[in-house]
């Protein structure tokens, strides 16, 4: 199997035309192993929230699991190659990413995993992930006592 790449419509690098050499050497199929990749991912931060957005074109939405513990955010899946073929003997190349992916994430604060929103579209997978409302203090004012309190009982017994 004589098979050319063109990027661009230019004859692909060097490199490529010395692994099809090899391939052509050793009688074997070039083929891209299905282990892993990892979706590439871009996270913006707001006062108000967390937000990802995951590349993963290919996947199916029912291959994606999305979990959030103890503020660690994990998102997993798995891109199947819906084309391989099944006899043994055929030759394939595969410039695409095939396999099983997991990212993991450790937000900074706390938040609320109740209100986590996802989007999925083009291959595109958002999350918007709100941040707690978490208490901004008070200024407290010492007084000498108070009769009703808390230490006045406390302090009876």
């Known amino acids: 199997m004589n098979l050319r790449l063109y990027n661009n419509n230019k004859p692909a690098g060097w490199f490529d035309d ?3 050499s090899l391939d052509n050497f050793w009688d074997m199929p070039v083929t891209k192993s299905e282990k892993s990749f990892l979706p590439i991912c871009d996270f913006h ?6 937000f990802f957005s995951f590349d993963i074109p290919g996947v199916k939405k029912e291959d994606i699991h999305i979990e ?11 891109k199947r190659n819906e084309y ?10 595969y ?4 396999g099983k992916f997991q990212r993991a994430f450790t937000l900074p604060g706390k938040v609320r995993e109740s209100a986590v929103e996802t989007h999925f579209k083009d291959g595109v997978l958002e999350l918007l992930i ?9 200024t407290i004012s010492v007084t000498d006592s108070n009769k009703d309190g808390l230490f006045s009982r406390l302090l009876k017994n």
């Open 18 to 20: 010395f692994t099809h």
């Open 45 to 50: 931060e707001t006062k108000d929230y967390y």
């Open 68 to 78: 959030l513990n103890d503020n660690t955010l994990h998102i997993s899946g798995e």
């Open 84 to 93: 391989k073929t099944k006899h043994k003997e055929d030759k394939h190349f």
């Open 95 to 98: 410039e695409k990413f095939y």
């Open 130 to 138: 709100p941040k707690e409302n978490v208490s901004k203090g008070r």
